[in-house]
């Protein structure tokens, strides 16, 4: 059955950039259409009565009309504006990343149903103030699964072997988890992952939101779990996201990083 030339979905903003004298070009994520490319014609004119509403970090209703190269949004109304979300630049910056992962993970126009809500929950967490660090590594956790590389914290990925708790192991992202001592393996980037953050690594397979967001961790180990899971991101997708310097300068403090947070969320 064809698709209706008119549509209207829900929808969050993943990127965006301007074209021409006044239209934005928007990477949208929707349930059910996947990622898709929109273009908001004059929305930077201050007439425009799409004008505001076409911001990341918020929940779309989106009316679109298929067009050739591009839908264009007919009309937007904000469902979620996750306000509170913005109030920490580090919230922000981490919003951001997650949806790149979210864009880089994605090919245009395929259902994203599970996607779509890991984002959503995700901004949900951020805007109810939850730590950001622990809401990433929570969401780069449930991509992976999304993705079909769950990461295995349990088994040796070379011999599927359960690993003692008191043996060596070595954290192999390229191979999908951890190794144990058994085999010379591959060269590895870092020497190890140590056993706490191991098992920080299995709570986040496993516990709830509310489970995670309780537990209590030494900063270290935090440093490890976030090293080891952003490695695996990046190699299950094969790039480096580039909002993660942004997120590390606000995390450091770099001075400056104010000026340019109007940059969130644009190209
Ligand atoms: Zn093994």
Redesign the pocket.
């Known amino acids: 059955m064809p698709r209706p030339r008119l549509y209207v979905t829900d929808a969050i903003v993943l990127s965006r950039f301007d074209l021409g004298e006044a239209d934005r070009v928007l990477t949208l994520i929707t349930p059910r259409d996947g990622k898709l490319k929109a273009i908001a014609k004059g929305v930077r004119r201050p007439t425009s009565r799409l004008g505001g509403s076409l911001e990341p970090f918020a929940e779309l209703r989106v009316a679109l009309a298929r067009g050739r190269t591009f839908d264009v949004v007919t009309q937007v109304s904000v469902g979620h504006a996750w306000l509170r979300l913005r109030d920490s630049l580090e919230s922000a910056a981490t919003a951001w990343y997650l949806a790149e992962l979210a864009d880089r993970s994605l090919e245009e126009r395929h259902e994203a149903e599970p996607l779509y809500g890991l984002l959503r929950r995700a901004y949900e967490l951020l805007d109810a103030g939850r730590v950001p660090g622990r809401v990433a590594r929570w969401y780069e956790m449930h991509l992976a699964d999304e993705l079909g590389v769950r990461p295995e914290v349990d088994?040796?990925?070379?011999?599927?072997?359960m690993l003692e708790p008191t043996e060596t192991f070595r954290w192999v992202p390229p191979l999908g988890g951890v190794?144990?001592?058994?085999?010379p393996g591959p060269p590895v980037s870092r020497a190890g992952l140590s056993i706490e953050a191991l098992k920080v690594l299995k709570a986040y397979q496993r516990l709830d939101v509310e489970a995670l967001a309780g537990l209590r961790l030494p900063a270290g180990v935090e440093r490890e779990v976030e090293a080891a899971m952003r490695e695996f991101i990046r190699i299950a997708l094969e790039r480096d996201p580039r909002s993660l310097a942004f997120l590390d300068e606000v995390r450091a403090g770099a001075p400056g990083m104010v000026r340019t947070s109007r940059t969130v969320g644009g190209e």
């Open positions: 088994r040796c990925v070379e011999c599927d072997r190794l144990c001592e058994r085999h």
